[in-house]
């Protein structure tokens, strides 16, 4: 496959002719594409840490669950949904709930409702055998945020629902 | 006027390959199919995704749904234009499963991969589209799926075109099966080209000046890790990467900078086999660089980068032909070894 550099004088009809042609101007038109269709699956423009803040003031998110001890509890084995896909589904939950998916901008009360509601579907997709094993008494959402602003460094951690653990009933003793 | 360096810059070399080793890049590529790219087991909510607006307002008599924010669709892609609720059961099924693999083992074959990729495409599609309607968006098999469509598009138009001359149920040609490979390598590179100028777009072209603030995102990266399976976290990725990021900027930016520049030199997957290599190779070393750095993993893009990209049996294969060619060539006679120089006498 031979390519080669428009000549001059320059035409537009030629130039678009020859990226057209050429494999990485295909391959570019795809791309670019895929970044105006944006991520409707199956296609996606892949926009994994794309937002960067800006230095100055810059925070990052997560998501924890834990037990009445304020323990952490291991998400994905217990809800078979890991931290950072938890804290996606939770502010999908608050963008219906409250109209907005930053949990700091949220009334209070529709935060609370949001963080409920995302226990009480955690709670739908438990191990039951695994959530046994750890034995809480109590789930705790909770969202910590790391945030640094014009260089003061700072690290907080907010509790967004409970949830008491319905206790498993004692067996009675056999006659 | 003409520009040699530019001309040398662009220049494409014609990308072909045998038989065997595209073989090969199916079988691979329908392993990644069946053991990473399909979700075999959705969880039971993936079947309550809302039905599209569309079927929700034909439901209503054609009126628009009175639906308040909360009852507002999440269903993302393929979700949001058909009902795909039933998949969550069907992809669930063992004869569904059976049925799949055994398709997919014709479409290595090379059998009427039009009917024979359908139903992987179909499973594929469907259940990523519910997976990613459950309210977050995962990137870790839109790959697969944009390169599964893209070579069952090259499949049905070659055979639109050649309807007289090869059914739709036969062996593909050659050139088609090539096609099939290029365009693979061609979705891929369009991929990271698209992720890419996406950072760039979105930092409006600032994403390197703004890579110190990465450091948030490592510890990000590598807490969340840590709450998800409940183990502790390794001190030199929570602290030492992130100080080392805001002590060291300029050595961060080029660092991640380099991770940028390779996702926008993904169009040269397209640009010869050699390239392809190289550029396969480079973006493999950063995808585990970052998992390494950030416990990010993205291993269906790097099996699709070693099976299209990299194609190490088809560098075998290669070599052994060359080698049998040059055997050939010399009429089978072992040469001398040129150890030292002949003397003339």
């Known amino acids: 496959m031979t390519w080669e550099v428009p000549t001059r004088p320059f035409s537009f009809p030629a130039a678009a002719k020859a990226f057209w042609r050429h494999p990485a101007g295909l391959c570019a038109t795809l791309a670019v594409v895929l970044v105006v269709i944006g991520d409707k699956y199956p296609l996606s423009n892949f926009p994994m840490y794309s937002n960067l803040g800006k230095i100055e003031d810059t925070s990052a998110d997560l998501m924890l669950v834990t037990n009445e001890a304020d323990r952490p509890l291991p998400m994905s084995k217990l809800f078979n949904v890991g931290s950072a896909q938890g804290k996606k589904r939770f502010e999908s939950i608050l963008q219906k709930v409250a109209g907005t998916k930053e949990y700091e901008d949220a009334p209070p009360d529709k935060r609370r409702a949001a963080g409920e509601a995302f226990l009480a579907k955690l709670w739908e997709a438990r191990d039951g055998d695994d959530v046994e094993a750890f034995s809480p008494r109590e789930f705790r959402l909770k969202i910590r945020t790391v945030a640094m602003r014009h260089g003061v460094f700072s690290d907080t951690t907010t509790e967004i629902a409970t949830m008491t653990v319905p206790q498993p009933q004692p067996k009675k003793p056999t006659p | ?345």
């Open chain 2, 1 to 345: 006027m003409k520009s040699p360096w530019l001309t040398a810059l662009f220049r494409t070399r014609p990308m072909h390959w045998g038989s065997a080793e595209m073989l090969i890049m199916r079988l691979l590529f329908a392993a990644v199919l069946l053991w990473a790219g399909i979700f075999w087991e959705l969880p039971e909510a993936a079947a309550q995704v809302p039905k599209p607006e569309w079927l929700a307002m034909m439901d209503h008599g054609g009126a628009e749904t009175m639906a308040g924010p909360e009852s507002k669709s999440s269903a993302n892609g393929l979700a949001a234009v058909v009902p795909l609720g039933w998949m969550v059961d069907t992809a669930r099924s063992l004869v569904i499963q059976v049925l799949t693999g055994l398709t997919l083992i014709l479409y290595v074959a090379g059998m009427a991969p039009v009917l024979t990729l359908l139903p992987a495409l179909i499973l594929m599609t469907g259940t990523g589209a519910l997976r990613n309607s459950m309210g977050d968006i995962s990137h870790h098999t839109q790959l697969v799926a944009m390169v599964l469509l893209a070579q069952w598009i090259v499949y049905l138009t070659a055979a639109i075109r050649q309807r007289r001359e090869r059914p739709l149920w036969l062996r593909p040609a050659h050139q088609v099966q090539e096609q099939a490979v290029f365009w693979s390598l061609l979705t891929i590179g369009a991929g990271y080209f698209a992720s890419g100028i996406t950072k760039l777009e979105a930092t409006d072209f600032a994403w390197i000046q703004r890579v110190p603030s990465m450091a948030l995102q490592v510890m990000k990266a590598v807490w969340s890790a840590s709450y998800s399976k409940g183990e502790p976290v390794s001190g030199f990725k929570a602290v030492t990467v992130p100080g080392w990021i805001l002590t060291y900027p300029n050595a961060a930016r080029l660092f991640f900078g380099t991770g940028l520049l390779l996702e926008l030199l993904g169009p040269m997957l397209v640009m010869g086999r050699r390239r392809a290599f190289w550029t396969g190779l480079a973006i493999i070393v950063m995808h585990i660089g970052i998992s390494v750095v950030m416990d990010i993993e993205f291993r269906n893009h790097i099996f699709l980068l070693a099976i299209f990209a990299v194609n190490i049996p088809g560098l075998i294969l290669r070599s052994r032909r060359k080698a049998a060619a040059t055997t050939e060539a010399d009429g089978g006679k072992e040469q001398p070894l040129k150890t030292a120089p002949q003397s003339s006498a």
